[in-house]
């Protein structure tokens, strides 16, 4: 699914990210420039969707460590 319309990135290319660069601790904003290919955000409705899928994806690493 597009998660920015304006920049044209998918959830599939976050995760791709999260998981090939899992030990950086990336942050949102980070994730963000990686994936638009260095642009900024225009209409900024993504934003959300991207910080709540980093965090996800951290609380998901948090989770198996503990087990």
């Known amino acids: 699914m597009y ?12 995760k ?3 998981n090939e660069r899992d030990q ?5 904003g980070e994730v963000y420039k990686a994936c638009s290919g ?7 409705k993504c934003l959300q969707t991207v910080k ?3 965090s ?6 948090q989770d198996i460590q503990a087990a």
């Open 16 to 18: 791709k990210l999260l």
């Open 38 to 44: 260095g642009e900024n955000p225009r209409c900024c």
């Open 52 to 54: 709540d899928m980093v």
């Open 3 to 14: 998660v920015c319309i304006c920049n044209a990135f998918t959830d599939g290319a976050i």
């Open 24 to 28: 950086e601790r990336l942050k949102p």
């Open 56 to 61: 996800a994806h951290y609380a998901e690493d």
